[in-house]
T-cell receptor, first 111, second 117 residues
């Protein structure tokens, strides 16, 4: 079983749609959780951290369920510029904070 | 801040040749990571350094791969001899040990796209 598993996608949605991505992780000792965004042929960049209480950043909402070891990302009012690969990322419980990446979910927002 | 700088951006080489990838981390960052990204396996951690010392190289695929960090501002990843299955994008990332839990994230370089023919 992979340490971090994501919806395989791809997701193709019209502008203005709401889309949700899911992710599960296997290591219950994981400490921190993130969503990264990766544009085509670019490096991954931090989109947002995921807090236990859930958090929102503009059109983006992240949720964490530690009991189920489940993470989600909701994007409201999708824009063309949201088209990218979204990576679910889990940081281990050790001090150095190894990041483990999911395979990523491809999102394409069309007019 | 110039960010994490990697070179070359693209590398095409013939099977059997030696390949050296380079990385300059952000000044002051004391952790440096080498990742490899392929379609099949996604992003995988190869090795990481703390204060120039290799800490965990369990992700290095085989003895053909080696990494060094001679000083705080430079690291190399070497493949010798290279094989077609090494074709991938290799990312270097760095981070500072001082971070606020839950808000920490790495800074990645732009990557080196390696093609071995």
């Amino acid at each position: 079983r992979k340490e971090v598993e994501q919806d395989p996608g791809p997701f193709n949605v019209p502008e203005g749609a709401t889309v949700a991505f899911n992710c599960t992780y296997s290591n219950s000792a994981s400490q921190s959780f993130f969503w990264y965004r990766q544009d085509c042929r670019k490096e991954p960049k931090l989109l947002m951290s995921v807090y236990s209480s859930g958090n929102e950043d503009g059109r983006f909402t992240a949720q964490l369920n530690r009991a189920s070891q489940y993470i989600s990302l909701l994007i409201r009012d999708s824009k063309l510029s949201d088209s990218a690969t979204y990576l679910c990322v889990v940081k281990g419980g050790t001090s150095y904070g190894k990041l483990t990446f999911g395979q990523g979910t491809i999102l394409t927002v069309h007019p | 801040d110039a960010g994490v700088i990697q070179s070359p951006r693209h590398e095409v080489t013939e099977m059997g040749q030696e390949v050296t990838l380079r990385c300059k981390p952000i000044s002051g960052h004391d952790y440096l990571f080498w990742y490899r990204q392929t379609m099949m396996r996604g992003l995988e951690l190869l090795i990481y350094f703390n204060n120039n010392v290799p800490i965990d190289d369990s992700g290095m695929p085989e003895d053909r791969f080696s990494a060094k960090m001679p000083n705080a501002s430079f690291s190399t990843l070497k493949i010798q001899p290279s094989e077609p299955r090494d074709s991938a994008v290799y990312f270097c990332a760095s981070r500072n040990k001082s971070f606020r839990e839950g808000r920490e994230g790495y800074t990645f370089g732009s990557g080196t796209r390696l093609t071995v023919v």
